[in-house]
């Protein structure tokens, strides 16, 4: 194992504890709350034990308690950015970008004093690794990273409840599918989905909701085309 290794398993590791093992609920409560959310607590476990687990490094125990301490002190901190009037609407871009900065700040201060064992005694390719955190990534990532492009921009919500859930899932699995015809190389493929994509449509008139899902929909692609395109120029 090598640093970009650890590093990109320290992002997957904050997939999971940002994304996919936290409700919305429980991100709007931590949000809404501060220190005093009841979830807190929880997610600084879920985060030390994500981070820990996946450096795949015994030694690496003290930096995930470093890396789960100070997830939770910005998320503890992120309801005073929230109500920010300069920088609230950027919240989310600040928040995400002092996670990831301090993951790679550790991992690197451990490979600086540490040896680096392989995982096992088992060698993992780094396209296996790039693969597994492009797709994941496509999923509940990127479906929260679209929504607050939109809340940046101003842009409303124009869909009722059921239909931001359907959108959800119809988004993360086209970006599924045009992620995997760009990695097959396949972007006839993709030019063929966006079109099939295109059939959809609203009551005539209703102008605004069709632009909203365009909006989202061309955010989808770009994000599951750029990935793409990024594991294939380093994979």
Same mark, same amino acid.
């Given at each position: 194992?090598?640093?970009? $290794?650890?590093?990109?398993?320290?992002?997957?590791?904050?997939?999971?504890?940002?994304?996919?093992?936290? @409700?919305?609920?429980? #991100?709007?409560?931590?949000?809404?709350? %501060?220190?005093? @959310?009841?979830?807190?607590?929880?997610?600084?476990? !879920?985060? *030390?034990?994500?981070?820990?687990?996946? +450096?795949?490094?015994?030694? *690496?125990?003290?930096?995930?308690?470093?890396?789960?301490?100070?997830?939770?002190? !910005?998320?503890?901190?992120?309801?005073?950015?929230?109500?920010?009037?300069?920088?609230?609407?950027?919240? *989310?871009?600040?928040?995400?970008?002092?996670?990831?900065?301090?993951?790679?700040?550790? +991992?690197?201060?451990?490979?600086?004093?540490?040896?680096?064992?392989?995982?096992?005694?088992?060698?993992?390719?780094?396209?296996? !690794?790039?693969? !597994?955190?492009?797709?994941?990534?496509?999923?509940?990532? +990127?479906?929260?990273?679209?929504?607050?492009?939109?809340?940046?921009? +101003?842009?409303?919500?124009?869909?009722?409840?059921?239909?931001?859930?359907?959108?959800?899932?119809?988004?993360?699995? &086209?970006?599924?599918?045009?992620? $995997?015809?760009?990695?097959? %190389?396949?972007?006839?493929?993709?030019?063929?989905?966006?079109?099939?994509? @295109?059939?959809?449509? *609203?009551?005539?008139?209703?102008?605004?909701?069709? &632009?909203?899902?365009?909006?989202? $929909?061309?955010?989808?692609?770009?994000? #599951?085309? %750029?990935?793409?395109?990024?594991?294939?120029?380093?994979?």
């Amino acid at each position: 194992m090598n640093l970009i $290794t650890l590093i990109v398993l320290q992002f997957i590791a904050h997939l999971f504890t940002d994304y996919f093992l936290q @409700s919305d609920e429980q #991100a709007k409560e931590k949000n809404e709350e %501060g220190f005093k @959310s009841k979830f807190l607590i929880k997610h600084f476990i !879920i985060a *030390f034990t994500t981070s820990w687990l996946f +450096s795949f490094q015994v030694k *690496f125990l003290c930096f995930a308690l470093i890396i789960a301490a100070t997830h939770v002190t !910005i998320d503890g901190l992120k309801k005073y950015i929230n109500n920010h009037k300069l920088i609230g609407k950027y919240a *989310f871009y600040i928040d995400q970008t002092l996670h990831i900065s301090i993951l790679i700040i550790a +991992s690197i201060i451990f490979n600086k004093y540490f040896t680096l064992h392989k995982v096992y005694g088992i060698e993992i390719e780094w396209q296996v !690794i790039l693969y !597994i955190v492009g797709y994941l990534f496509c999923l509940k990532p +990127s479906n929260i990273l679209i929504k607050q492009i939109f809340n940046t921009v +101003s842009i409303t919500d124009q869909t009722n409840d059921d239909l931001e859930k359907a959108g959800r899932l119809i988004g993360a699995l &086209e970006r599924l599918l045009a992620l $995997t015809f760009v990695l097959q %190389g396949q972007y006839e493929a993709v030019g063929f989905l966006i079109a099939a994509k @295109s059939i959809l449509r *609203f009551k005539e008139g209703d102008t605004k909701k069709t &632009e909203y899902v365009l909006i989202g $929909t061309m955010l989808s692609f770009a994000i #599951a085309i %750029g990935v793409g395109i990024l594991i294939k120029k380093y994979a």
